[in-house]
């Protein structure tokens, strides 16, 4: 009987020094399996009572399971202690949700203007681009523009120096795939543009345009009407009306602006369509002969039509944007609202 006391008591001394001084969890783990597992120290104390008497039982029973109780609770905060100790910094919690990463996206009017090219795309334009800085051959005279044209007037182009000018239109682009290409020529050219006019929330110095032409033998005005009805259906949604109405360009003969039924009103008039029942949104027309000959095409074998349109009007139609400068002032809580 003192022996067993005298084993619970070394016991006791060994564990309670051994518990608190555990340098790591797996170390603690280790000491609670050899003192109280089932091979444990102290369970091979509480077997060995069974030859004892009742009395004898009692006692040493009764002790051996207080110090039981107190070991356990010794692990406890020994544990408590080490982990406290582990979730400290520089240790990664992996089950955290992750942050997420920010992710850019285009400009409302770049998925715009990707729509209205893509639409061509499928009709089969080929996409191709010119400078933003462009010589007055380009952008004016290649393009039928007489000398004394009203568009050169600097109240309208920028010139950069001598006869570079930031370019007013995307029609030049048509000068450059021509002389690179012989017909049949199918393009599709969407581009930035700039005009010398007072910013306000319906006009700006600062636009995009996609210009289209084709160039083949046999192309007709009904050609041109085809792929205009077929775009504008497919971009503004097959129920809107639209109506041609005869128009000037130097560079197309005859010419015809596209209007379409205002969608506000639905024709009644109002402040978005200026009582006008009709919003327009594009120029066209079949390419000047005069235009042809520049280039060195046969005007006799072959003829073609252009059109060209504004994205921002149409963006802003579509998306409900009511100025225009929103679209350039890249304030991150409105660029937001479109992916
Ligand atoms: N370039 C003309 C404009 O900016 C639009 C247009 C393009 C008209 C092609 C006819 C043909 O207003």
Redesign the pocket.
Known sequence: MQIILDELGRLETDAVRQITTAGTLDILEELRVQVLGKKGRLTAILRGLKDLTPDQKRDIGGRANQLKSKLEELIVSRRDELMGAASGPGLIDVTLPGRPLHHGHRHLVTLVMDQIVNIFQRMGFEIADGPDIETDYYNFSALNFPPDHPARDEQDTFYVEGDRLLR????GV?VREFEKRKPPVKIIAPGL?FRNEAVNARAHCVFH?V?G?FVDTNVTFSDLKGVLEAFVYEFFGSGVAMRYRPSF?P??EP?AEVDIRCFFCGGKGCPICKNEGWLEI????MIDPAVLKNVGYDSERVSGY????GVERPAMLRYQVNDIRLLFENDIRFIRQFR
């Open positions: 007013t239109h995307t029609s048509q543009v345009q210009e032409f360009f560079f197309t010419s594009l120029g066209s027309g252009a059109f060209g349109m």
